[in-house]
C-alpha cells in the first residue's frame, strides 16, 4: 500500500429558477436548479476540492476560474475527468465520503444513483463512495432552502 493523502472539499451554491439540478452527476428532479458558472453540482465541486487539496494542488477555482467563460455551462463531470487526469500519474482515490446539506429536495431516493454515478466517474467499486443526504433543521442559508452546500473528504493512494 502508498502513501495516503486526505483532502476535504467544500463548496456551496444558491437555487436558481429555471436550471436543472445536478447533484453527483445526475439529475435531482426539483423545480430550481444551482446557480453556478458551470452547471452547478456543488457535490462534485466539493469532490474536485477533495481530490485537489489531497494531492496538495490548490483548489478548483485555481484551475477552473468562474472568470474563464471556456468553464461558462461546463458539465462538471468533465471538470472532475480533467482533475483525476491531473492526479493520476501520482495518485488514485482510495475513497471518498461526501455530505450533501439541503431541506429539499429529499435525497434518499437518488443516494444510490450518485453513489453509482460517482464510483464510476472515479474508477472505483461503489464501496468505496459514501454519500449522505443531511439537512440543517431549518437554519442558515440551507435551512431557509436558499441552496445546497456538500462536504467531501478524499483518501488519495500514492502509486507505486
Known sequence: MGKMRVGIGYDVHRFEEGKKLMLGGIEIPF???LKGHSDGDVLI???IDGILGAAGLG???EHFPDTDVAYKEVDS???LKRVLELVSEHYVVNNVD???VTE???LSP???RIRTSLAELLGVS????NVKAKTEEGLGFTGREEGIKAYAVVLLEERY
Do not use: S, T
Not at 126 to 129: C, I, L, N, Y
Open 31 to 33: 423545480e430550481k436548479g
Open 45 to 47: 465541486h466539493a469532490l
Open 59 to 61: 483548489d478548483i477555482g
Open 77 to 79: 463531470k468533465i471538470l
Open 98 to 100: 461526501c455530505i450533501v
Open 104 to 106: 429539499r429536495p429529499k
Open 110 to 112: 437518488y443516494k444510490d
Open 126 to 129: 461503489k464501496e468505496r463512495v
